[in-house]
């Protein structure tokens, strides 16, 4: 049996519908390859792996995996997800959300996750847009990009994800896309190692929503874009004039422990003074 095959009847649940949900053309069944493929890697136990999803197209991911998961309202993914890192740290708990659910909606729950420094890895597939409920503008979707509800230009300055999730404080930032699927898989394993609150940003394309509107003339044409205008690191910080480039890899990477540790560290600080006294 091919190694494909075996991933597919191991980490997914056959009595979901397929083929996916998701658009002819969306990068978001490759970064479902991903997360499978990085779990997989590590060797985690499936019972041990807890996918807490929001609401949007990238919402549909938890449905597919054969992980414990959970499929919460909009932009609330990390409010659970913190909840159940408090309650069981021994978990291993992914936030799959939306730039519109993670940093539209969920934003202030993002900062603060971030801040706190919670043992989430929040995976965050940033297409631009908000695919799923009609195609409105988010707070990632360009300046003078077209959406539904700026039918002439985006008069909004975007968040860039990466610069905000590193000055709220998060002990791990890293960008890829699902055109660099090797780089993606890599960057999402090692976030998945390690301590504290880690965020993978995938750029995804959207054709259905974003790119028929803003100059695409397919979803092919949205992977050269991709490939063309992300450039690693490294290179990118050598160019005198970006001109429009992306940086992808990794930003952030410190080791500090997450909250939950340093809430348990308390907690049996508390219980051996108590000891102590009596």
């Given at each position: 049996?091919a190694e494909?095959t075996?991933?597919?009847?191991?980490?997914?649940r056959?009595n979901?519908?397929?083929?996916?949900v998701?658009c002819?053309?969306?990068?978001?069944?490759?970064v479902?390859g991903?997360?499978?493929?990085?779990?997989?890697?590590?060797?985690?136990?499936?019972?041990d792996?807890?996918?807490?999803?929001?609401?949007?197209?990238?919402?549909?991911?938890?449905?597919y995996?054969?992980?414990?998961?959970?499929?919460?309202t909009?932009?609330?993914?990390?409010?659970v997800?913190?909840?159940?890192?408090?309650?069981?740290?021994?978990?291993?708990?992914?936030?799959?959300?939306?730039?519109?659910d993670?940093?539209?909606?969920?934003?202030?729950?993002?900062?603060?996750?971030?801040?706190?420094?919670?043992?989430?890895?929040a995976l965050?597939?940033?297409?631009?847009?908000?695919?799923?409920t009609?195609?409105?503008?988010?707070?990632?979707?360009?300046?003078?990009?077209?959406?539904?509800?700026s039918p002439?230009?985006?008069?909004?300055?975007?968040?860039?994800?990466?610069?905000?999730?590193?000055?709220a404080?998060?002990?791990?930032?890293?960008?890829?896309?699902?055109?660099?699927?090797?780089?993606?898989?890599?960057?999402?394993?090692?976030?998945?190692?390690?301590?504290g609150?880690?965020?993978?940003?995938a750029?995804?394309?959207?054709?259905?929503q974003?790119?028929?509107?803003?100059?695409?003339?397919?979803?092919?044409?949205?992977?050269?874009?991709?490939k063309?205008?992300?450039?690693?690191?490294?290179?990118?910080?050598?160019?005198?004039?970006?001109?429009g480039?992306?940086p992808?890899?990794?930003?952030?990477?410190?080791?500090?422990?997450?909250?939950?540790?340093?809430?348990?560290?308390?907690?049996?600080?508390?219980?051996a003074?108590?000891?102590?006294?009596?």
């Amino acid at each position: 049996m091919a190694e494909i095959t075996q991933l597919i009847h191991q980490y997914l649940r056959h009595n979901k519908k397929f083929p996916l949900v998701f658009c002819p053309g969306c990068g978001h069944g490759i970064v479902l390859g991903s997360l499978v493929r990085s779990v997989h890697a590590l060797g985690l136990n499936k019972d041990d792996v807890v996918i807490v999803a929001g609401i949007g197209c990238s919402g549909r991911i938890a449905a597919y995996v054969d992980f414990n998961t959970v499929h919460t309202t909009h932009g609330r993914a990390l409010t659970v997800a913190t909840g159940i890192k408090m309650a069981n740290p021994k978990l291993t708990v992914i936030a799959v959300m939306g730039d519109g659910d993670a940093f539209s909606i969920g934003g202030n729950h993002l900062i603060h996750a971030a801040r706190r420094n919670i043992g989430v890895t929040a995976l965050v597939l940033n297409n631009f847009i908000y695919g799923m409920t009609g195609g409105q503008c988010s707070s990632t979707t360009p300046e003078g990009a077209y959406s539904h509800t700026s039918p002439m230009g985006q008069l909004e300055s975007a968040f860039d994800i990466v610069e905000l999730t590193k000055a709220a404080g998060a002990a791990g930032v890293s960008r890829g896309t699902v055109f660099h699927v090797k780089e993606l898989d890599a960057l999402l394993a090692d976030a998945l190692t390690r301590p504290g609150f880690n965020l993978v940003e995938a750029l995804t394309p959207c054709f259905t929503q974003y790119g028929r509107g803003n100059g695409f003339k397919s979803a092919v044409e949205m992977f050269r874009w991709l490939k063309t205008s992300c450039l690693p690191l490294e290179r990118y910080e050598k160019l005198e004039d970006p001109g429009g480039k992306i940086p992808i890899g990794t930003f952030v990477r410190r080791d500090v422990p997450g909250l939950e540790t340093r809430y348990a560290a308390m907690c049996q600080g508390l219980r051996a003074k108590k000891g102590g006294a009596a």
